[in-house]
Nanobody, 126 residues
Framework: QVQLVESGGGSVQSGGSLKLSCARS????????MGWFRQAPGKEREGVAY???????TYADIVTGRFTSSQDSAKNTLYLRMNSLKREDTAMYYC????????????????????WGQGTQVTVSS
């Protein structure tokens, strides 16, 4: 069973930065796909970044150039660095994990992710 715990959310002014963390524990997978998602009030949960097992990352167009995700394997921790934050980035942010697909790739849709953290709130004010 994979356990994920996010932290680092908070309130920030437009143009500011935040760094989210996601601590992973409890699993025995040799490889695991990781992703960041967010959900604003009244909206569906959307993908922000998908980290593939080859080290590449797929970002949503709306965050490309502003958000960067990374992993520290030694600490079993995933990070999301968010720069140039906008009011529309206000949402609950979740990290998620999924087994590698039979193709060897990672899923790039919400439905492909099996394990979820509880979320951390990010609020951006003008």
């Amino acid at each position: 069973q994979v356990q994920l715990v996010e932290s680092g959310g908070g309130s920030v002014q437009s143009g500011g930065s935040l760094k989210l963390s996601c601590a992973r524990s409890g699993d025995t997978y040799s490889k695991l796909c990781m992703g960041w998602f967010r959900q604003a009030p009244g909206k569906e949960r959307e993908g922000v970044a998908y980290l593939h097992t080859d080290g590449s990352t797929t970002y949503a167009d709306i965050v490309t150039g502003r958000f960067t995700s990374s992993q520290d394997s030694a600490k079993n921790t995933l990070y999301l660095r968010m720069n140039s934050l906008k009011r529309e980035d206000t949402a609950m942010y979740y990290c998620a994990a999924a087994p590698v697909l039979y193709t060897g790739r990672c899923p790039t849709t919400r439905g492909g992710y099996r394990y979820w953290g509880q979320g951390t709130q990010v609020t951006v004010s003008s």
